[in-house]
């Protein structure tokens, strides 16, 4: 079983590094291109888009912290989602649009919104969060 877990995060992070991500699209397209990979099968245990049970536990850490810990990297996802070049924009447009479709019901990062998330990834890269 872990073999097959393997594969399927190597698959996973293939397809990702394999893509070209612009740096400003849809949060739509950013998942397509980059989170499907994992959130549409549920790899690694990724909470799979659609699943409201699975996302509610996560909605409810709240926007900043969820964008944050994810674009750092957190359990088995690794950072920016495998996609080296993706913006903490693009990041947290996706994350938006998997939320809006997993019970939540968030807004697109605004500049305020978007400072925040960006102090959450360094404050857990300089150690202060775990």
Not at 17 to 22: E, K, T
Not at 24 to 44: P, R
């Amino acid at each position: 079983m872990r073999f097959k877990s393997f594969i399927s995060l190597v698959s996973c992070l293939a397809a990702v590094c394999g893509s070209s991500l612009a740096m400003a699209q849809s949060g739509e397209n950013t998942y397509k291109q980059v989170c499907a990979n994992c959130h549409a099968t549920g790899v690694l245990n990724a909470p799979k888009f659609g699943d409201k049970a699975k996302w509610k536990s996560l909605i409810a850490e709240g926007q900043v912290e969820l964008t944050g810990h994810a674009y750092f990297g957190v359990r088995g996802m690794p950072p920016k989602g495998g996609s080296p070049n993706l913006s903490v924009e693009g990041f947290a447009n996706a994350l938006v649009y998997m939320v809006n479709n997993s019970g939540g019901n968030w807004s697109p990062p605004d500049a305020k919104t978007l400072a925040a998330i960006n102090n959450e990834v360094e404050a857990r890269k300089a150690g202060l969060k775990k």
